[in-house]
């Protein structure tokens, strides 16, 4: 590749390494997947290595849709960076039970795979294999890696998607061992800088502090949404890390900071408690996205030209 090709090509990381659930939901988009890809071995690194400008772009989980919010990441972006949210990607979630060849299900003792996925399949692990031994790894994939190698004892499997079956060489023992048929997670793309322009179809996410922890504060803050009937998606305490009942809130909200009833909303809430930190607003995933954003164009454009034609006959 020349270095004219390369000069227009972004860094981005991802939890490696190669062929972990992130990497999968990070080749579903394809304007990024042409990119450099940069493996990284901890969610926190990935964030970090943003921050510092060793990538241009990150690609992490942030939410399960069976376990929730990704604590690791929420807390690195609410605590430790000054990242923005350039866009959400939400991608069906498949796990499997993989092992080496020769290995059966009846041989497997030991499970090793990333908690937030062996939370997933807590009912097959159960039904399945009631005495494993389940030790936590830091991705799908380095599960996969280990059992591959280091691991490899005929004893031991790996809860990972199918992709690190063909990537480490390993058998699928068991498909769609999830819990949950609709189990799904949900991803974020950051930068350190930027904020994409508003598409009619957008969330808006901030982490909000609290002045004093007293009665009504959470209602206090709620009742600044309701007023101005912005609907929230997500809510989430979170400690500040400050003391025992120190909590901070973070929300996803429908819109975007370029809307006025929400940049009015925000400054608002700026106003009242000790802080808010803006995480980004960016265009929400969904099958429907791009619908929903040409109907909203095709109706700010009628709106647009109503409130213009009334203005046209205010008296010079």
């Not at 990441?73 to 939400?90: G, M, W």
């Not at 819990?179 to 901030?206: C, L, M, Q, W, Y």
């Not at 500040?240 to 819109?255: A, R, S, V």
């Amino acid at each position: 590749m020349s270095s004219d090709e390369r000069a227009g090509r972004l860094r981005i990381g991802f939890l490696g390494p190669e062929g972990t659930f992130t990497e999968q939901a990070l080749l579903s988009q394809p304007d990024l997947a042409g990119h450099d890809l940069v493996a990284l071995p901890s969610i926190p690194e990935v964030l970090a290595a943003v921050e510092d400008g060793r990538v241009d772009l990150g690609f992490v989980a942030v939410e399960n849709s069976i376990e929730g919010a990704v604590t690791v990441t929420v807390d690195t972006l609410a605590f430790e960076t000054n990242l923005l949210v350039q866009r959400e990607v939400v991608m069906g979630v498949q796990m499997n039970l993989l092992a080496p060849s020769g290995v059966g299900l009846s041989d497997v003792r030991r499970v090793l795979s990333i908690p937030v996925a062996t939370a997933q399949c807590r009912g097959f692990l159960r039904r399945e294999l009631p005495d494993v031994t389940v030790v936590a790894t830091a991705s799908t994939a380095e599960a996969a890696q280990l059992v591959a190698g280091p691991e490899h004892d005929g004893h031991t499997a790996a809860i990972a998607p199918s992709v690190a079956a063909k990537v480490y060489g390993l058998d699928v023992l068991a498909t769609d061992i999830e819990d949950h048929p609709d189990n799904a997670t949900r991803f974020v793309v950051v930068a350190r800088e930027g904020i994409p322009a508003p598409t009619g179809h957008d969330k808006t996410s901030v982490v909000i502090f609290q002045r004093f922890d007293r009665p009504g504060s959470l209602l206090a803050i709620l009742q600044e949404f309701a007023a101005r009937s912005i609907n929230l998606t997500k809510l989430e305490s979170r400690p500040t890390k400050k003391g025992l009942g120190n909590y901070c809130f973070l929300i996803d909200l429908e819109g975007h900071i370029a809307d006025e009833v929400v940049a009015d909303c925000l400054r608002s809430l700026r106003a009242k408690v000790e802080d808010v930190k803006f995480l980004g607003s960016f265009p929400a995933a969904g099958e429907h996205g791009a619908v929903k954003r040409r109907d909203a164009e095709a109706a700010w454009a009628r709106a647009s030209e109503w409130v213009e034609q009334l203005r046209s006959q205010i008296a010079r």
